[in-house]
């Protein structure tokens, strides 16, 4: 298993096989006994399989081929809707309207993909995560029917893998994210050591020239996380959290 997640790569294109829900449940059951808030389990999972359904999503994930291309598509929700009903029907008042609930929701429902999304692998699956969910968490929240209290907040498409297997992209160095017993900022010579390796891959240089960019980083601020769609986005995601009722 730990040679299996350090070889792991993401998967785009996916063969024909369906994934059956019995296989499916059971990676929702072993997904389920992830660690999360208080034990009240404040996440959820759409299961998409319907093509009418993928396709009206597609739009929300940037039309990206894999929404419409994998057999499942899941989407897993933050929800405190499940829980302020069963305080409500127990005579229970529930203050799980707020922006800490929703952050120990977030929490619980990552980790709850997560867990399954390494289980999956273990199977045999591959699987890809959409960060577009937030980015257009209104729509996702229409096609769905998701009610108050529930906000989409990754979605992961999942199938079998067709070949050939994609390249394992690159990771920066333990050195960039571990800390020992305290923070320790970066510096500029530290900055140029840990990046220097991503920085010089064949794949990242041709991103550099295709761009006419002067520095990979370029290539991340002013073509795919520009300021200006990440303010948008996050003025966005805010409505839709006051929409749901979290703030």
Known sequence: MMENMKNRRTIRQYSVQDVPDDLLNELFEVASRASNTGNIQLYSVVVTRDKSRKEKMAPAHFNQPMVTGAPVVLTFCADANRFVKWASFRNADAGFDNFQTFMAAVIDSMLFAQTFCV?????????????????????IIEALSLPR???????????????????QCERLPLDAIVHREQYNDYTKSSIDALYRDKESLEDNLRFVEENGKETLAQVFTDIRYTRKNNEYFSDEFLKVLKQQGFL
């Not at 289980?119 to 699987?127: F, Q």
């Not at 498409?157 to 070949?163: F, H, N, R, S």
């Open 149 to 167: 209290l529930v906000v989409p907040v990754t979605a992961i498409t999942v199938g079998y893998p067709a070949e050939p297997l994609p390249k």
């Open 119 to 139: 289980a999956a692998e273990e199977k045999g699956l591959g699987i890809c995560y959409l960060g577009t969910t937030t980015y257009n968490a209104a729509p």
